[in-house]
DNA sequence: GAGTGGTAAGAGGTTAGACCACTAGACTCG
DNA sequence: CGAGTCTAGTGGTCTAACCTCTTACCACTC
């Protein structure tokens, strides 16, 4: 399992490479503890200090939980959050992100209104119904939801026939999905975000530029006073758990 | 710029937070080098090895790219880098810019007019001075009035203090900046930029969001109405020259 | 028997100093 | 003037030691 390390590259960036690889194949899984440092270094045949950057960035990627005096362990995937001491950065950076969308969606379905076509049309709309669908499921896949969501809005800044405004958008969405700040699970948010899309292609099905670019602020909005209204709930619940503890 | 660092915590996530700061308040630059290991380690009263692992996590990260024998550099955000890279595949227009130029600048105007600093705004108005100045040299620089002009709107970007806001105008401005797209040399265009600048300036400096948004939307339409005319006439002279030749 | 405290083993944390390998630019030679 | 060489400075790696923290165990006390 721990043969000697290779001989192209940085070294600490060939046994962050081993150790990838052992976690794809599940030969390492969640929870593992990795050898002792000394022990392990001995294993891979590099130094000690070697062997710790090569942790470090693995650490820095959410993939190793270092603990003083115990070990280092494989932890979750950064997908399945529990990260609530980044809440407070997340929060900062979270206003510009909806900032951001309400400077580019609202574009978008504006221009959108102007030139889209049939086809387009029909393929937002379809989008909307596997949205609707992937709810109604026993066990909803959030991930699923997540990218349905982003598809649906993707789909407008294509149809707005602006290559710059459609590779931002995609990057904004992106950062949205990996930070998991989406706002579709919160309770009651799903019906309301229902009729929020629909106003938007209804401004679009009408070409309506002024009615789709409304909509689509509103949208924007309203995910946005979700986001921040479930994230003092899980501020307030966080603090309260921790006098709990007391 | 380097002092010791605190006492709570892992010595190089603690290495890592500091250099996160000085990123976060630009003191470090997108393409800047970092002191030599050897000397940054003395200076933040480190070890070289703990120096190190810090170097390897904020490389994890994306902030920083090493290069042996040449030292160790900050990189950019990897949103913007992201952003970049998509936008280098898709090709886009400059319908596309300048309607993006549109849609980026306008808010960042509004949002500066209502956050900008004293400091910030000092440096916006010496920015245009030297602008000025570069115009009335003998032999104008073209690449230097470029840089300059972006740098005006860069600024009013930054000064809006949002991140995403920020990245997206820098990459839109490096390709308006090697498309070789501004209009400041077009006759009679100095003047009008000019005065553009300035009332948007004073609508930064009333702290006058409508003001400010309203002089960089008309900027930004002027800018486009110049390097459409000129695009036009170009196409005139090739074609007309076209015709001299048969 | 339950609770308390000390102790030692083993984990990560940090340091020092040395040497290797790569890069760029200055220098020398043809 | 060009091409090869040299050198200074950079990151890359190693060794070996010591520090600090966590845990488990065990003797001690009540």
Same mark, same amino acid.
């Given at each position: 399992?721990?043969q000697?390390?290779?001989?192209?590259?940085?070294?600490?960036?060939?046994?962050?490479?081993?150790?990838?690889?052992?976690?794809?194949?599940?030969?390492?899984?969640?929870?593992?503890?990795?050898?002792?440092?000394?022990e392990?270094? =001995?294993?891979?045949?590099?130094? /000690?200090?070697?062997?710790? $950057?090569?942790?470090?960035?693995?650490?820095? =990627?959410g /993939?190793?939980?270092?603990k003083?005096?115990?070990?280092?362990?494989?932890?979750e995937?950064p997908s399945? #959050?529990?990260? /609530?001491a980044?809440?407070?950065?997340?929060e900062?950076?979270?206003?510009d992100?909806?900032a951001?969308?309400?400077?580019?969606?609202?574009?978008?379905?504006?221009?959108?209104?102007?030139?889209?076509?049939?086809?387009?049309?029909?393929?937002?709309?379809?989008?909307l119904?596997?949205?609707?669908?992937a709810?109604?499921?026993?066990?909803?896949?959030f991930?699923?939801?997540?990218?349905?969501?982003?598809a649906?809005?993707l789909?407008?800044?294509?149809?707005?026939?602006?290559?710059?405004?459609?590779?931002t958008?995609?990057?904004?969405?992106?950062?949205?999905?990996s930070?998991m $700040?989406?706002?579709?699970?919160?309770?009651?948010?799903?019906e #309301?975000?229902?009729?929020?899309?629909?106003?938007?292609?209804?401004g679009?099905?009408?070409?309506?530029?002024?009615?789709?670019?409304?909509?689509a602020?509103?949208?924007v909005?309203?995910?946005?006073?979700?986001?921040?209204?479930?994230?003092?709930?899980?501020? #307030?619940?966080?603090?309260?758990?921790?006098?709990?503890?007391?």
């Open positions: 399992m721990w000697p390390v290779g001989q192209r590259g940085n070294l600490s960036d060939r046994i962050v490479a081993q150790v990838e690889l052992l976690l794809r194949e599940e030969r390492l899984k969640v929870g593992d503890r990795l050898p002792p440092e000394r392990m270094a =001995q294993l891979l045949g590099v130094s /000690r200090p070697s062997l710790r $950057e090569a942790i470090r960035a693995l650490q820095a =990627q /993939r190793l939980v270092v003083h005096g115990q070990g280092v362990f494989v932890c995937p399945q #959050k529990d990260l /609530r980044a809440l407070h950065r997340a900062v950076d979270l206003h992100l909806f951001m969308r309400e400077v580019l969606e609202v574009p978008a379905a504006r221009w959108a209104a102007e030139k889209i076509s049939d086809d387009a049309l029909a393929e937002l709309r379809s989008t119904e596997e949205l609707d669908a709810f109604d499921e026993e066990a909803p896949d991930e699923r939801l997540a990218n349905l969501d982003a649906f809005h789909g407008i800044a294509r149809a707005a026939g602006n290559h710059f405004l459609q590779q958008t995609n990057v904004l969405h992106d950062i949205l999905l930070g $700040e989406t706002t579709l699970l919160i309770p009651g948010r799903r #309301k975000s229902r009729r929020e899309h629909l106003r938007i292609l209804a679009l099905t009408e070409r309506d530029p002024a009615l789709a670019a409304r909509a602020r509103a949208h909005r309203s995910a946005r006073r979700a986001a921040f209204a479930r994230m003092a709930e899980e501020q #307030k619940r966080a603090a309260s758990s921790l006098l709990d503890e007391q």
